[in-house]
C-alpha cells in the first residue's frame, strides 16, 4: 500500500494479527458468527496460502514505524494472545514498538515479558491492579 504522505506512527487497537488464531479462538456457541466470519474472509484455518497474505503477522517486517499495541486482555472478541503475537513478530522490525498494553496481577506477574520490554525500553500500560503486582510498573 503505498501513501501520498509520511507515517509518523500507527496504532493496532485491539487488532487481529493472525486471523486463523483468531478463528481458532472463536468458542463454539458463536458458531453462526464464525460461519459468517469464514464466508466474509475466506476458510483461514484450511488455506493456508490465504491466512499468510491477509495476516498482519506475516508482515510485521514491513512495518517502518512506531506502533502502539492497545489490547484489552479481557476482550471476549479479540484475545490477548494476538496482540502478544504481533509484538513478538515485531522484533525484527527495524523500528521496535514503543508501548506494550498488557494485564499484570497477582496471580498473573508475566515477569519475562516485563524484563524484555524493560531491556528494550518498551513503555508498560497497565491497569491500576498492576502495581500490587510489581510497585516499579508505571501506569499511564
Request: glycine share 4%.
Amino acid at each position: 500500500m503505498t501513501v501520498p504522505f509520511d507515517i509518523c506512527s500507527g496504532v493496532d487497537v485491539v487488532g487481529p494479527s493472525h486471523i486463523s488464531t483468531l478463528f481458532q479462538s472463536i468458542p463454539s456457541y458463536w458458531a453462526p458468527m464464525k460461519k459468517q466470519l469464514v464466508h466474509r474472509v475466506g476458510d483461514v484455518e484450511n488455506d493456508q496460502e490465504l491466512n499468510e497474505r491477509i495476516s498482519p503477522f506475516y508482515h510485521a517486517d514491513k512495518i517502518k514505524v512506531p506502533l502502539l499495541i492497545g489490547q484489552g486482555a479481557n476482550d471476549p472478541r479479540v484475545k490477548q494472545a494476538e496482540a502478544d503475537q504481533i509484538f513478538n513478530a515485531m522484533k525484527v522490525c527495524t523500528v521496535p514498538p514503543a508501548v506494550n498494553q498488557i494485564e499484570l496481577s497477582p496471580f498473573l506477574q508475566r515477569t519475562e515479558l516485563v524484563d524484555d520490554c524493560r531491556s528494550k525500553d518498551i513503555v508498560l500500560e497497565v491497569s491500576p491492579t498492576a502495581m500490587i503486582a510489581d510497585s516499579s510498573v508505571k501506569i499511564l
